[in-house]
T-cell receptor, first 111, second 112 residues
Framework: QKEVEQDPGPLSVPEGAIVSLNCTYS??????FMWYRQYSRKGPELLMYTYSSGNKEDGRFTAQVDKSSKYISLFIRDSQPSDSATYLC???????????FGTGTSLTVIP | AAGVIQSPRHLIKEKRETATLKCYPI?????VYWYQQGPGQDPQFLIS???????DKGSIPDRFSAQQFSDYHSELNMSSLELGDSALYFC???????????FGPGTRLLVL
């Protein structure tokens, strides 16, 4: 079993919709939680970074971490066609430096 | 802002050949990481270096080796290439004490 589970989708939504992306994990030692966006044939691009539990907002993006449930989410408001990409969650231990990735969720925003 | 640079961007090799991938981290970043991403898969951690010393090791095959140089750039050396080594190879860099890793554009390796 992978340490990080993520629904691969694909997820298809109309433009302007709110998108919810989620990951669950099994290792309670994870303290740092990241969301990356990856366009086809490109490197992962850091979107959001959260330490421990709580919410973090950046423009149209909101990241939530619930450590008690071992569950993290990324919300995208007013989704745009340019948001169409694969979204990867990643996490690491306190003081550790290896990232553990989810499998990625493929998102398509339809104009 | 300067990003992580990887070269070459594309590489075609035959079985049993060797390949060297290069990574130039973001200026002032002292830690580099190597990941392998197969088609439709998440990036798998291979190895990382901090201040020229190996700091963490993941699923890197014995046929592969890597090092970090005094200017912090890193090279991933791959020998006896196999068909299954065909993948995207990403380098990421970070500054020690900061958990965020910034990824390069990747090197697409195709082994024929």
């Amino acid at each position: 079993q992978k340490e990080v589970e993520q629904d691969p989708g694909p997820l298809s939504v109309p433009e302007g919709a709110i998108v919810s992306l989620n990951c669950t994990y099994s290792n309670s030692a994870f303290q740092y939680f990241m969301w990356y966006r990856q366009y086809s044939r490109k490197g992962p691009e850091l979107l959001m970074y959260t330490y421990s539990s709580g919410n973090k907002e950046d423009g149209r993006f909101t990241a939530q971490v619930d450590k008690s449930s071992k569950y993290i989410s990324l919300f995208i408001r007013d989704s745009q066609p340019s948001d169409s990409a694969t979204y990867l969650c990643a996490m690491s231990h306190t003081g550790g430096n290896q990232f553990y990735f989810g499998t990625g969720t493929s998102l398509t925003v339809i104009p | 802002a300067a990003g992580v640079i990887q070269s070459p961007r594309h590489l075609i090799k035959e079985k049993r050949e060797t390949a060297t991938l290069k990574c130039y981290p973001i200026p002032r970043h002292d830690t580099v990481y190597w990941y392998q991403q197969g088609p439709g898969q998440d990036p798998q951690f291979l190895i990382s270096f901090y201040e020229k010393m190996q700091s963490d090791k993941g699923s890197i095959p014995d046929r592969f080796s890597a090092q970090q140089f005094s200017d912090y750039h890193s090279e991933l050396n791959m020998s006896s290439l196999e068909l299954g080594d065909s993948a995207l190879y990403f380098c990421a860099s970070s500054l020690r004490g900061e958990e965020t890793q910034y990824f390069g554009p990747g090197t697409r390796l195709l082994v024929l």
